[in-house]
């Protein structure tokens, strides 16, 4: 019973851990989808303006965007490529 009982708790340890890497794949695609049309949308040009997720538009400096544009390279690395 014992053998029996610990096969039960690895098969539903196993169980849960591929849910769990199921579950983070999803985000991780989720979030190489809005890294890439963050950078896409960042390299456009003649855009300046940015809307911040509390929906006010601000002005991006030239050192702004190329700071947001390497934060979206970093995400692109770590999202679209684990």
Same mark, same amino acid.
């Given at each position: 019973?014992? @053998?029996?009982?610990?096969? +039960?708790?690895? +098969?539903?340890?196993? =169980?849960?851990?591929?849910?769990?890497?199921?579950?983070?794949? =999803?985000?991780?695609?989720?979030?190489?989808?809005? @890294? +890439?049309?963050? #950078?896409?949308?960042?390299?456009?040009?003649?855009?300046?303006?940015? #809307?911040?997720? =509390?929906? =006010?538009?601000?002005?991006?400096?030239?050192?702004?965007?190329? +700071?947001?544009? @390497?934060?979206?390279?970093?995400?692109?690395?770590?999202?679209?490529?684990?």
């Amino acid at each position: 019973l014992d @053998a029996m009982e610990e096969r +039960r708790v690895e +098969r539903q340890n196993k =169980e849960a851990l591929e849910k769990q890497r199921k579950e983070m794949d =999803e985000i991780n695609e989720k979030n190489c989808i809005i @890294a +890439r049309n963050n #950078l896409g949308k960042l390299q456009q040009g003649g855009i300046k303006r940015y #809307l911040t997720p =509390e929906g =006010e538009v601000i002005r991006l400096t030239d050192d702004e965007r190329e +700071r947001r544009l @390497a934060e979206a390279h970093q995400q692109i690395e770590k999202y679209c490529n684990p």
